[in-house]
Each structure stands twice: as C-alpha cells, then as structure tokens.
C-alpha cells in the first residue's frame, strides 16, 4: 500500500515552460487535493477534487489546472511557469467516510523551482 | 470555517511536556478540531481530532473547554524528532464541501 505517491520529487523549469505534477493513490479516496507551501508559509490549496470528473478551484487556482479521469490520479498541469509558482506541492486524498479533516494522506512533494 | 490562532514558534527541551494553544472564537456547531504535524520536507500528517473535553492517543492529548473557543494540544515528554510544524484546524468533518485551510502553523523547536 503506497499510499499517495507523488512526482517528480525535484524539477527546475524555465520561464515559460509547462509540465504535469503526477498524482496518484491506491487507497480507493474520493477526494484529492493539491497544495502548495512556499518557505515558512502554512499550505494554500490550488484546486481539490471530490470524484472521477468533478474538480474545483481552491484559493489560488490562477496558473494551474487540472483533470480527474480516474480515481487514483489526480495530475495538476502548469502550462506557462512562472518565478512566482516556486514552490513544494503536496497532494492529499481523503475518503468521503471519514471526511476532509480526517484521515487526510499527503504526498511526500514536488519541489518545484522556476528561473 | 473558523479563523483560527496560534503562536508563530515555540522552544521547548527534551523530556517537557509542551502545549501549544489555539484560539478558534467564531467556531461552529458542528465543527471539529484537528491537529497536524509537519516535519521537514514531509506533508502533514494527522495526530488528533476532538470535538470536546479531552482527547488521547498514543501521540498527545487534545484539552477543549466547554466553550469550544480554544483548545490545547498536549505533547507529554518531547524529544528532539518532535521539531516540527503543528497547524490547529476547525471545520465541519461531515460537509464533503469542507476543504481544510492551512495557516502558517506552530513551529516548535526542541532543543537538547
């Protein structure tokens, strides 16, 4: 059981480059989540999904997007990076039984740096 | 959800007991309180949820007063791997619509 598996773990983009952070988990969750935590900061959520085809935005949407095709993945696309979207992105998931403030498994991260 | 309040950093020893406090005044009939820990380079991670009173686990205890305006993470006899990020959240865990919102947490620093 590996639990929400993400990647890359490191990548460094040029300004103005695109790239897809891969998200996947193996625990049957309904809902994914993504987030970024710039240094010293708490997290802020991107986008979130609660099921196959169903995303919405969260606090800070602007310069990403994403897809949910299936349960297990849920890739969150940057298509023009910017300096600003330096960051380490976390995905989360979370079952529907136990609710978003229970059982909440993150990823290990995506350090992304943009130059 | 509720705003909630906590200090910025903390400096604790090895073998104390250490609590960090949380101030949530405008929380909600059916909200719960949650606590999770970050190390570094790691996402959070669960350690303990409450809705009152006290709560225990084999990792701390959750003290909430009556009022449910506060509440006050309990890590009995630290050690150095505890240094880490705690972040209190309130929130109703039965709303599928509830997305959990992270602050800028407690960093706690265990010095030997």
């Known amino acids: 059981n590996a639990g929400v598996t993400q990647t890359p773990k490191f990548r460094i983009l040029k300004i103005g480059q695109s790239m897809t952070l891969q998200c996947t988990q193996d625990?049957?969750?309904?809902?994914m989540y993504w987030y970024r935590q710039d240094p010293g900061m708490g997290l802020k959520l991107i986008y979130y999904s609660v099921g196959a085809g169903i995303t919405d935005k969260g606090e800070v949407p602007n310069g990403y997007n994403v897809s949910r095709s299936t349960t297990e993945d849920f890739p969150l696309r940057l298509e023009l990076a910017a300096p600003s979207q330096t960051s380490v992105y976390f995905c989360?998931?979370?079952?529907?039984?136990?609710?978003?403030?229970?059982?909440?498994?993150f990823g290990s991260g995506t350090r992304l740096t943009v130059v | 959800l509720a705003k909630t309040t906590q200090p910025i950093s903390m400096d604790s020893y090895e073998g104390q007991e250490v609590n960090i406090t949380c101030s949530h005044n405008n929380i909600a009939t059916n909200d719960y309180i949650t606590w999770y820990q970050q190390f570094p380079s790691q996402g959070p991670r669960f350690i303990i949820q409450?809705?009152?009173t006290k709560v225990t686990n084999e990792v701390a205890s959750l003290f909430i007063p009556a009022d449910r305006k506060s509440s006050t993470l309990s890590l009995p006899r630290v050690s150095l791997s505890d240094t880490a990020v705690y972040y209190c959240?309130?929130?109703?865990?039965?709303?599928?619509?509830?997305?959990?919102?992270f602050g800028k947490g407690t960093r706690l620093h265990i010095l030997p």
């Open positions: 409450g809705y009152k």
């Open positions: 625990m049957n969750h309904n809902y």
């Open positions: 989360a998931s979370s079952s529907p039984g136990t609710g978003p403030f229970y059982g909440y498994t």
């Open positions: 959240l309130v929130g109703d865990i039965g709303n599928r619509d509830d997305k959990i919102i």
